[in-house]
């Protein structure tokens, strides 16, 4: 059987993760739900703020606040791993519902593994 995966893209607090249990809840089958929080949390407390790690800039555009995140080597090898990790758990049969915020350069990533897996992407 091939194993589906369900994308949740957006910004944080937008309910991806409260979509995730829902939709865990009325699945057919039995479906994970992979975080990319609980990937960031893996990050030790000083890369929070670390170029090494994510850098958050604070700035205004027309008059708007906006928040930049800048993504260091260790966060986008953190990232990186863990995109590999979503592909590994679906070779291995497993259903899967994505948390993400997944930028433009990564979608790439995600399509590239389209044709092996049956994905649904949520807007």
Avoid: C, E, W
């Avoid at 059987?1 to 957006?10: A, E, F, I, K, S």
């Avoid at 260091?72 to 990186?80: H, S, V, W």
């Amino acid at each position: 059987m091939t194993p589906r995966v369900v994308v949740l893209n957006g910004v944080g607090s937008v309910g991806k993760t409260s979509a995730a249990r829902s939709l865990q809840r009325i699945a057919s089958r039995p479906m994970l739900h992979i975080a990319m929080d609980n990937f960031i949390d893996m990050l030790p407390p000083p890369l929070l703020d670390d170029p090494a790690g994510m850098v958050f800039m604070h700035r205004r555009q027309n008059g708007h606040p906006v928040i930049d995140i800048h993504s260091g080597p260790i966060m986008k090898r953190l990232l990186r791993g863990m995109r590999y990790a979503i592909a590994a758990m679906a070779s291995q049969d497993n259903d899967i519902i994505v948390d993400d915020v997944i930028l433009i350069p990564m979608t790439q990533k995600i399509v590239q593994f389209r044709h092996r897996y049956d994905i649904a992407n949520s807007r």
